[in-house]
């Protein structure tokens, strides 16, 4: 079975949510039958998404059963929703049963969740698709990522043991679940036996406090951005003595606060784990080794158990040498099938065959360790000279304590910033850096950086302003 859920203690409580639900993994056998009563064919069924008990055995009925469910946040907005609906023709949505409306037909009500029956036709879809989810970033886009049942049960076994965990994990997950990083958490602690903490909150909620401190969650795992949070919320002064890993991931976090955690945790007792990945490989392809977290800060380690990293140039042959900078591809069992766009593509089968051009620029030391120097698309070129915009973005951060975000073109970097700094000073910092006159440098203030449920910047939104 799916994480070999059949496998578990059924005594022991698989999931618990901040609303009050909980469920134990022999109950969640009991729901994978009753959804198979309810289903009983393979079928296309979007799962409308918040982090609860609800949503979470909806997904996993659908996987035990062979249903392939398209994971997409509750919230999002309805006009593309019914683009979706339109495009892949679904035959089943599970969602909170208060969305269910009076003409709906509905087949199956548990954990507060409703299966709908939308009374379209099913159709064919390639035999090894287990599971689609949106690609990074993107809010409602057609552009879906295809997984197979294999690489998902590698990621969560590869990550259960370069985690070392365990039945008596307890971890914390307010990541989106139907984001790739945080279904990741929540696959391998289920594959691991453990108990599963889900919210819907976040850390500036007093609430969320009292969940995990309640529930004695065992490990937190988030994002750059909630890293930022926990700083200014002062967590290293906090009592949590069940708190005992702190994994990073969903991007690199500035080498400033990487060092700070790491020695939180090393004068802690605690753990510092940084991760990398991305939707298209399952989520994590690369860890560093809480023992490497100081020595070798700003890194994201090596590949995961199971998996190759390496580095190519432009004409895509492979760079032997140590800090030179190239594109990072990835071969592993976790790399997905491909992407879809309409429903046709369903049927496509496996495209990449286990390897992932990850589009990150990298470079690795002589220990072999991997460094992100930025996104491959995320550079320009001012006034001849190639300039990365997440490292601008970086030593801005570094220099002035501020929230920033760089987009442009060749002709100009557009600069974001929330606490209204000296755009001057900005602008001739980052001259000074580059070696670029200021004129090709435009800084801009903003209230917030738009965000999706993820914590990443929307660049998009930010290169659609019209102050541009």
Same mark, same amino acid.
């Given at each position: 079975?799916?994480l070999?859920?059949?496998?578990k203690?059924?005594?022991?409580?698989?999931i618990i949510?901040?609303?009050?639900?909980?469920?134990?993994?022999g109950e969640v056998?009991?729901?994978?039958n009753?959804f198979?009563?309810?289903?009983?064919q393979r079928? %296309?069924?979007?799962?409308? &998404?918040?982090?609860?008990?609800g @949503?979470a !055995?909806?997904y996993l $009925?659908?996987?035990a059963?062979?249903?392939v469910?398209?994971?997409?946040g509750?919230?999002?907005?309805?006009?593309?929703l019914e683009?979706?609906?339109d495009?892949?023709?679904?035959?089943y949505?599970?969602?909170p049963v208060e969305?269910v409306?009076?003409?709906?037909?509905?087949?199956?009500?548990?954990?507060?969740?409703?299966?709908?029956s939308t009374?379209?036709?099913?159709y064919l879809?390639f035999?090894?698709l287990?599971?689609?989810?949106t690609?990074s970033g993107?809010?409602g886009s057609p552009k879906?990522?295809r997984?197979?049942y294999?690489?998902?049960e590698?990621q969560a076994?590869?990550?259960?043991?370069?985690f070392e965990?365990?039945?008596a994990?307890?971890p914390?997950?307010?990541?989106?679940i139907h984001?790739?990083y945080? %279904?990741s958490?929540?696959n &391998?602690?289920?594959?691991s036996? @453990?108990? !599963?903490?889900?919210? $819907?909150?976040?850390?500036l909620?007093?609430e969320?406090?009292?969940?995990l401190?309640?529930?004695k969650?065992?490990?937190?795992?988030?994002?750059?951005?909630s890293?930022?949070i926990l700083?200014?919320?002062?967590?290293?002064r906090m009592?949590l003595?069940?708190?005992?890993?702190f994994?990073q991931?969903?991007?690199?976090?500035e080498?400033g606060?990487?060092?700070?955690?790491?020695?939180?945790?090393?004068?802690?007792?605690r753990?510092?784990?940084?991760?990398?990945?991305?939707?298209?490989g399952?989520?994590?392809?690369?860890?560093?080794?809480?023992?490497?977290a100081?020595?070798?800060?700003?890194?994201?380690?090596?590949?995961?158990?199971?998996?190759?990293?390496?580095?190519v140039d432009?004409?895509?042959r492979?760079?032997?040498r140590?800090?030179?900078?190239g594109e990072?591809?990835?071969e592993g069992?976790? !790399?997905?099938l491909?992407?879809?766009e309409?429903?046709?593509?369903?049927?496509?089968?496996?495209?990449r065959?286990?390897?992932?051009?990850?589009g990150?620029?990298?470079?690795?030391?002589s220990?072999?360790?991997?460094?992100?120097v930025?996104?491959?698309?995320?550079?320009?070129?001012?006034?001849?000279?190639?300039?990365?915009?997440?490292?601008?973005e970086?030593?801005i951060k570094?220099?002035?304590?501020?929230?920033?975000?760089?987009?442009?073109?060749?002709?100009c970097?557009?600069?974001?910033?929330t606490?209204?700094q000296d755009?001057d000073?900005?602008?001739?910092?980052l001259?000074?850096?580059?070696?670029?006159?200021s004129s090709?440098?435009?800084?801009?203030?903003?209230?917030?950086l738009?965000r999706?449920?993820a914590g990443?910047i929307?660049?998009?939104?930010?290169?659609?302003?019209?102050d541009?």
């Amino acid at each position: 079975m799916y994480l070999e859920l059949d496998q578990k203690n059924k005594q022991n409580m698989a999931i618990i949510d901040s609303e009050g639900s909980k469920i134990t993994y022999g109950e969640v056998l009991s729901f994978v039958n009753k959804f198979r009563e309810s289903v009983g064919q393979r079928a %296309l069924m979007f799962v409308l &998404s918040r982090n609860c008990v609800g @949503a979470a !055995v909806g997904y996993l $009925g659908a996987m035990a059963n062979h249903v392939v469910p398209l994971m997409l946040g509750a919230g999002m907005d309805r006009e593309l929703l019914e683009t979706l609906i339109d495009l892949y023709r679904p035959s089943y949505l599970w969602k909170p049963v208060e969305m269910v409306e009076d003409e709906e037909n509905v087949l199956l009500r548990e954990y507060r969740y409703a299966l709908v029956s939308t009374g379209l036709p099913t159709y064919l879809m390639f035999e090894d698709l287990s599971l689609l989810l949106t690609t990074s970033g993107s809010t409602g886009s057609p552009k879906l990522v295809r997984h197979s049942y294999g690489n998902l049960e590698a990621q969560a076994r590869n990550i259960s043991a370069f985690f070392e965990l365990d039945s008596a994990e307890r971890p914390m997950v307010d990541l989106p679940i139907h984001y790739t990083y945080g %279904l990741s958490v929540l696959n &391998s602690h289920l594959y691991s036996g @453990a108990t !599963v903490l889900l919210t $819907g909150m976040n850390v500036l909620n007093s609430e969320y406090w009292d969940f995990l401190k309640g529930e004695k969650a065992s490990s937190f795992t988030n994002v750059p951005y909630s890293y930022e949070i926990l700083k200014k919320l002062r967590v290293f002064r906090m009592d949590l003595p069940y708190l005992k890993t702190f994994s990073q991931g969903g991007g690199k976090l500035e080498e400033g606060l990487h060092r700070e955690f790491a020695e939180y945790a090393r004068d802690t007792g605690r753990k510092f784990i940084v991760t990398y990945g991305q939707t298209e490989g399952s989520a994590r392809m690369a860890w560093l080794p809480p023992e490497y977290a100081l020595e070798k800060c700003g890194s994201i380690g090596k590949a995961i158990p199971g998996g190759k990293l390496y580095i190519v140039d432009e004409d895509g042959r492979e760079i032997d040498r140590p800090d030179t900078i190239g594109e990072m591809v990835y071969e592993g069992p976790n !790399v997905t099938l491909g992407y879809a766009e309409k429903r046709e593509d369903l049927v496509l089968g496996d495209e990449r065959h286990g390897v992932l051009y990850t589009g990150d620029m990298v470079k690795k030391d002589s220990d072999g360790f991997f460094y992100i120097v930025g996104r491959k698309k995320r550079f320009l070129k001012l006034w001849g000279y190639r300039v990365g915009l997440d490292e601008c973005e970086n030593l801005i951060k570094a220099a002035f304590d501020v929230e920033c975000a760089c987009v442009g073109d060749d002709r100009c970097m557009e600069i974001y910033v929330t606490s209204g700094q000296d755009k001057d000073a900005i602008r001739r910092y980052l001259a000074d850096k580059t070696g670029i006159n200021s004129s090709a440098f435009l800084v801009h203030d903003i209230e917030a950086l738009p965000r999706n449920e993820a914590g990443k910047i929307l660049y998009s939104v930010l290169e659609r302003r019209e102050d541009k």
